[in-house]
């Protein structure tokens, strides 16, 4: 049995465990070793060997440090009451439109994944304070829970965020070029919401009645209140992409002053700092469990020379290079069905970075293959977190709306769904979107 057949059938079995519900990490690890040791006809030396290497890799390593600070500073963020002044500021501005505390709420989890990075943080966290609100205004259910289960996604889309960081360290990729290039993207998918809410609610006007408008003195103090916290993003962005500090000091910049604006403010007492910290601890050992897990898993794949073979044997099949893209995009969406974000970028990542990046698109050259590739990996697994049957994002929702089926805020969010696919497309033929800034800052 050849080295790509027995890898095939590795992650053939993996997927059947996933669907059997059994913990990613422990799928990973039982794929990789059966691999391993299947290749090494049955000795567990080599496994063992490459399990203690892989671990002591990857707790060691440097650029993964990032992780926690980010999670920390999201942390700090839900913990801290930082949710509730961007819901009020931007609902000071627009709360008095038709539909406008729904508009509100997405700009809010878009300025909240600007310090979250986290897409079930963002909509957990967004959903506790916007929700009750939207609800007592007499919001329908369907749009309200709707609104935020897809505008959550935009924790994972607008940088810092955590898969990107996982992509980046898969890929060797910069981690300060993907934070800019998926500024432009988080943006336009902001503003795609706003449009489909627009839309919604005027095709049906009670779904979102406008509110009082606000006076302008309340008006001005609510955006004076967020100012801190849209420095705390400009200090991490502009701090990695300036260089004058890597991701790992911005992260800690940033988390550093999310807790002390928190604390400021008097929402961050003895008991939210220890929930805090509990919460990334809790976070981090999820990831990096998941992260050697994979690793092991990658690891095998690469002994039996799976991912190889069918990227050679994409680049000779003479496929359309788009055929391609659009092949993987649908198998991104049909996996959102039975797994995670963050169990799909490790997955798949290293098979199908190296099928792409044998790949012409648009004449492109590998770096910038390499970001676009990121962004749109990101985009359609941020996809995974709102459809039906997975959808934690919608799981998230219902269970802070127990009023609202769960079949209103699934059907509620089609049209945001729509919205992403356009978004999509447009950025696979418009790759600018996302690397135009990259290049302009360069």
């Known amino acids: 049995m050849s080295g790509t057949t027995i890898g095939l059938l590795g992650f053939g079995g993996l997927l059947v465990m996933l669907a059997a519900r059994v913990h990613i990490t422990i799928a990973m690890f039982l794929a990789g070793s059966g691999i391993y040791l299947v290749m090494s006809h049955g000795e567990t030396a080599n496994l063992l060997y490459t399990l203690n290497n892989l671990v002591y890799a990857r707790v060691s390593n440097y650029d993964l440090a990032v992780i926690p600070l980010f999670i920390l500073m999201g942390q700090f963020a839900t913990h801290g009451g930082l949710s509730k002044a961007l819901f009020k500021a931007a609902g000071s501005l627009i709360g008095h439109w038709r539909g406008g505390l729904a508009m509100a709420a997405t700009a809010a989890c878009a300025a909240f994944g600007a ?7 963002t909509a957990a966290t967004m959903g506790q304070v916007a929700l009750p609100e939207l609800r007592s205004h007499g919001y329908s259910g369907k749009l309200a829970t709707a609104t935020l289960a897809a505008s959550g996604t935009l924790g994972i889309l607008i940088p810092p965020s955590v898969p990107l960081v996982i992509y980046a360290v898969l890929t060797q990729e910069s981690i300060g070029k993907l934070f800019v290039a998926a500024v432009v993207p988080g943006i336009v998918a902001a503003l795609g919401y706003l449009a489909v809410i627009a839309i919604i609610v005027r095709r049906d006007p009670s779904a979102g009645p406008a509110g009082e408008k606000v006076p302008l003195a309340e008006v001005i103090r609510a955006q004076i209140n967020i100012i801190p916290v849209l420095l705390v993003f400009l200090v991490v962005i502009v701090g990695i992409y300036g260089g004058w500090a890597n991701p790992t000091e911005a992260a800690s910049i940033g988390a550093a002053a999310c807790g002390l604006i928190a604390f400021v403010s008097g929402n961050l007492r003895t008991k939210e700092f220890l929930n805090s910290v509990y919460g990334t601890a809790h976070a981090t050992g999820m990831i990096f469990m998941v992260l050697i897990g994979a690793d092991l898993l990658n690891s095998s794949l690469a002994l039996s020379q799976m991912p190889t073979e069918l990227a050679a044997w994409v680049q000779g099949s003479g496929l359309p290079p788009l055929l391609v893209l659009f092949a993987i995009l649908v198998i991104y969406i049909v996996l959102g069905c039975v797994m995670d974000s963050l169990a799909m970028i490790l997955l798949t990542i290293p098979i199908f970075y190296p099928m792409v ?17 990121g962004i749109l990996a990101l985009m359609v697994v941020e996809i995974g977190l709102v459809h039906p049957p997975v959808g934690m994002n919608l799981y998230v929702i219902n269970k802070i709306a127990k009023d609202v089926p769960m ?12 919205s992403d696919f356009l978004r999509i497309v447009a950025l696979v033929f418009f790759p600018v979107l996302c690397l135009g800034l990259v290049h302009a800052l360069g």
Request: glycine share 12%; aromatic share 16%.
């Open 115 to 121: 310090i979250c990075g986290s897409s079930l943080a």
């Open 407 to 418: 079949s209103d805020t699934a059907w509620g969010v089609m049209p945001f769904l729509a």
């Open 357 to 373: 990046m044998g790949l012409d698109f648009f004449g492109m050259s590998v770096p910038d293959k390499s970001i676009w590739f």
